[in-house]
């Protein structure tokens, strides 16, 4: 079956920088959209950074953008969001998605497949 395993997540000060991973399996990898979304306590499930099944597109939302970048490897089979300049506006629960568009309106009704998530705490 098709799982895909966040890692990385963590407490870090605003200002610091975190990478997340995710490692996917039970899907043909190089041919899937992939994404990032994050949800915050008391807030839907929200868009954050979608990538090509080749790479060669990226999407980020207005909230991220400029400090947050998205990649993958096909060869590992797996996605990075790498996390910048981080505000304790970012704290969220960061999850992987397999999703069907890879933006830039990437919705959770685009999405197929979905990670555990890993928790992200920026502090002031």
């Known amino acids: 079956q098709v799982q895909l395993v966040e890692s990385g997540g963590g407490l870090v000060q605003a200002g610091g920088s975190l990478r997340l991973s995710c490692a996917a399996s039970?899907?043909?990898?190089?041919?899937?959209?992939m994404g990032w979304f994050r949800q915050a306590p008391g807030n839907e499930r929200e868009f954050v950074a979608g990538?090509?099944?080749?790479?060669?597109?990226?999407y980020y939302s207005d909230a991220v953008k400029g400090r947050f970048t998205i990649s993958r490897d096909n060869a590992r089979n797996t996605v990075y969001l790498q996390m910048n300049s981080l505000k304790p506006e970012d704290t969220a629960v960061y999850y992987c998605?397999?999703?069907?568009?890879?933006?830039?309106?990437?919705?959770?009704?685009?999405?197929?497949?979905w990670g555990q998530g890993t928790q992200v705490t920026v502090s002031s």
């Open positions: 998605a397999a999703q069907r568009i890879p933006g830039p309106k990437a919705t959770m009704s685009v999405v197929d497949y």
């Open positions: 039970g899907l043909t990898f190089n041919t899937q959209h």
């Open positions: 990538i090509s099944w080749r790479g060669g597109s990226t």
